[in-house]
Every structure is written in C-alpha cells, then in structure tokens.
C-alpha cells in the first residue's frame, strides 16, 4: 500500500544538515530496538558481556563551552606525555578543520575520514603509526578496526553516541598492559549524554578544570576560572571627566 505516514515540509528557515557517522548509527540502533518491539510481545533485554572500561586507563571529563573545544585541544597538546593522540569527533568537515587547526598551532596532525580516499586514508594511518603525526583526528567510522601501537591518548572532542562507543574509543590506548588516558571535552548540550554513559558505564568520571584557561560558560566551571570581564572605562570616571570640563 505505500507509506502514508504524513510527510512534514522542510523548514524554510533552518539550513540543511548533512548526517554525521553518529547520526547514521543511533538511526540503525533505533530502528533495531523498533522492529523488536513490533514483533516481539514483552521483550527482556539482556546485555550479554556487558563491557565496561579495561584497567590501566585514566579518565577525565573537561566542562567546556563549545567554542572553546580547540582552544582547550591545542593548549593540552603542548604537555610532553601526548605524544601520540587519537581524536575523534562527530563530522567529517570537523575532522579536516581540526587538524588544520592543530598544525597551525605547531603540533602536526592528519585526519581521516569516509570522504578521503582509501590511499590517502592508509597514508595519514602509517604517518601517525611512524610518529611523524603525533595527532590524528577521526570520526568513528574511519577509525573502526584501527590498531596502532603505543596511543597516548584518547580525546574525545565530541561526546560518544553511547556508552559502548566511549569504551571502544577508550579502549585504542592502554594495550598491552600499558598506561593510558581518556579525555573527553563535554559542552553544556552534552551534559545529558555524558551522563547516561557514566550509568552505562556503572563509574563516575571525573570533572577537570584547567587553570588559568577560559572554558567558557558551563555550569561546572568555577566563576573564578572563567574569562574576566574586559576592562572599560567606569560611569563614575566618565562623570567626574565631565564635571572637570565644566569647571575649567
């Protein structure tokens, strides 16, 4: 018979928006969970092997206004114990910016993503392997089935789509028995996401606040640490100029 489901006209005043990877997924997972629930009456969910982060790694959450992402990125990339950093993020036009972003800042970073060629894909992934990229910036789908020795750290610039994603992301660094650290930058609109990976996850993750860096307005930043207000010219020092003028 055909779909009859009311079809809803664009609206004229909001700019189109090209899917993202984790747009792509949580489309696929819900329309999983969806058919489950129409076929099935009652259905139980179970979590077989439930995962959760392996030892060995050290999380941290920083609260950070969306603008402030990049700033944030490139002034931690200047510590020398990341020396070789992943990060991912939700677009491909991000992962291309970003990088550029990084190399201007004096810390050589590549990307790769679907829209880069396969050969092109392959040459930024032995660069970063061979330490000639200490940054390579990913989205999620690019980087399934990446495996690269000795990661560093994992950033994740935007918050993983699930629980599941932030363990798979974490779980690039700290192989073998080695050390590893996952940051994740969290924007006020992330909050709720976040969350819910820290009741997946069953841990909570540690907020950290970078001193003397302006994170931007977020809820768990500290007025203290935020951006001071510019410097002008008081009303009381504008009036008293006046009064001068008048007297002279």
């Known amino acids: 018979m055909g779909d009859k ?25 819900a ?28 999380h941290s959450v920083y609260p950070v206004a969306q603008a402030r992402k990049g700033p944030l990125l490139t002034t931690l990339l200047r510590r ?8 991912f993020v939700k677009r491909k036009s991000d992962a291309d910016q970003l990088a550029r972003t990084i190399t201007r800042s004096g810390v050589r970073a590549t990307s790769i993503h679907s829209d880069r060629r396969q050969e092109d894909r392959i040459a930024a992934l032995e660069a970063f392997r061979r330490g000639e990229y200490p940054v390579l910036v990913a989205t ?3 980087a399934r089935g990446l495996d690269v020795e000795g990661i560093s750290h994992i ?4 918050v993983p789509f699930s ?23 969290v924007s006020p609109a992330e909050e709720e996401r ?3 990976i820290e009741k997946g996850i069953d841990a909570t993750l540690p907020r950290v606040v970078l001193p003397n860096f302006d994170h931007g307005t977020h809820r768990h930043v500290p007025l203290s640490v935020r951006a001071p207000a510019r410097p002008g010219r008081s009303r009381h020092r ?11």
């Open 163 to 185: 629980s599941d994603d932030y363990i798979h992301r974490g779980g690039r660094t700290a192989r073998a028995g080695a050390a590893g650290d996952v940051i994740t930058f």
């Open 80 to 87: 020398e114990a990341m020396h070789s950093v992943l990060v």
């Open 5 to 29: 489901s009311p079809k809803h006209p664009p609206d004229p005043g909001r700019s189109p928006r090209r899917a993202t990877d984790a747009d792509v997924l949580g489309h696929h997972r």
């Open 140 to 142: 999620d789908v690019a």
């Open 31 to 58: 329309q999983i969970r969806k058919l489950a629930d129409d076929i099935l009456r009652d259905p139980v969910v179970v979590m077989v092997g439930a995962q959760k982060p392996v030892s060995g790694i050290v």
């Open 155 to 158: 950033v994740n610039f935007d």
């Open 194 to 196: 976040i969350c819910d």
């Open 238 to 248: 504008r009036r008293s100029r006046g009064s001068r003028g008048k007297g002279s």
